[in-house]
């Protein structure tokens, strides 16, 4: 069965490659909890080709197992292709503002390729570390880079009307040359309704976009927390970003953290600003 399993993602890793006009040569780089991730390269180009990142939704994954629960006419299938095009689009319009995000390239069913984040010479192929597997102290103060993080956030939420909803170390990719981060995995990220208190067929509620920036701004705090031993309150950044939701609504609802998940709440607490 496993085997079975395997020859029909083979192929199908060639279909898209064709489809997408790949060679099929792929150098596997990453398996995250919803896509397969290789760098890939362009056919037709000789040996001296530009890498690019190839990323394939996967269909047995407990996330869209999920989101199928509530989607009773989609099949897994569908799911995967979902995640691919919104993520493909999500990144089109991250880049048509200049935020710092691998410009997306091409999309084809479950998967799209994108621009390779990394260094690339003759002799070197290496993506940039997720923030998780680099020791910020060897390069800076990490509070620089926490406080560098969150203005991307502040970008992110007040010019683009949008949050990300799945913001975490493993996420934000570190360029130690240029000393700044490169956001990825952006399939769950959302534009936000700041006209109106509804959702619209493109935009979600300001209600509902605020609980996923919690959770964003509440993980990447947490994480400074631990590793660097930084506290800053959650409550404080919080308030200054409620200060950027228009007022008409604002009154709508309460723009508190009270359904944060408790442990953020403990560790947030213990260490008051
Ligand atoms: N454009 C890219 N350039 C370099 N590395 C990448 C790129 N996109 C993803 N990766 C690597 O692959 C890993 C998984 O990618 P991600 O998009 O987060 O997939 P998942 O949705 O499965 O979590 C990342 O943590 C990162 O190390
Ligand atoms: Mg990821």
């Not at 040569?25 to 530009?50: Q, R, W, Y």
């Not at 990142?53 to 199928?68: A, D, E, M």
């Not at 067929?201 to 990447?220: G, H, T, Y």
């Not at 723009?255 to 213990?270: A, E, G, S, W």
Request: charged fraction near 25%; aromatic fraction near 16%.
């Amino acid at each position: 069965m496993k085997k079975h399993i395997k020859k029909m993602d083979f192929e199908r890793i060639r279909l898209l490659c064709d489809s997408l006009n790949l060679k099929r040569k792929l150098i596997p780089i990453g398996f995250g909890k919803e896509a397969s991730i290789f760098i890939g390269f362009k056919k037709g180009s000789k040996n001296v080709s530009k890498p690019l990142i190839l990323k394939v939704y996967r269909y047995y994954t407990s996330t869209t197992k999920q989101r199928l629960r509530n989607e009773h006419k989609l099949t897994l299938r569908d799911v995967a292709f979902i995640s691919a095009k919104k993520e493909f689009w999500n990144l089109k319009e991250l880049e048509a503002f200049a935020f710092s995000v691998p410009k997306a390239y091409d999309q084809r069913f479950e998967a799209f390729t994108m621009e390779f984040i990394g260094v690339q010479n003759d002799i070197n192929l290496q993506p940039y570390p997720p923030l998780r597997y680099v020791d910020l102290n060897e390069f800076n103060e990490p509070i620089e880079y926490l406080d560098q993080l969150l203005e991307l956030y502040w970008k992110l939420f007040t010019k683009m009307h949008m949050v990300h909803g799945d913001l975490s170390e493993f996420n934000i990719l570190f360029d130690s040359e240029n000393q700044s981060f490169i956001i990825i995995d952006w399939a769950q990220a959302e534009l936000i309704n700041f006209k109106t208190f509804s959702s619209t067929p493109v935009r979600i509620r300001i209600d509902q976009a605020w609980q996923m920036l919690v959770n964003d701004i509440a993980v990447i705090l947490e994480y400074f927390l631990k590793r660097y031993k930084i506290s800053f309150s959650l409550e404080n950044v919080l308030h200054e970003f409620e200060k950027a939701i228009p007022s008409h609504l604002n009154r709508h609802f309460e723009p508190t953290f009270n359904r944060q998940r408790n442990y953020d709440l403990k560790t947030f607490f213990r260490f008051p600003k």
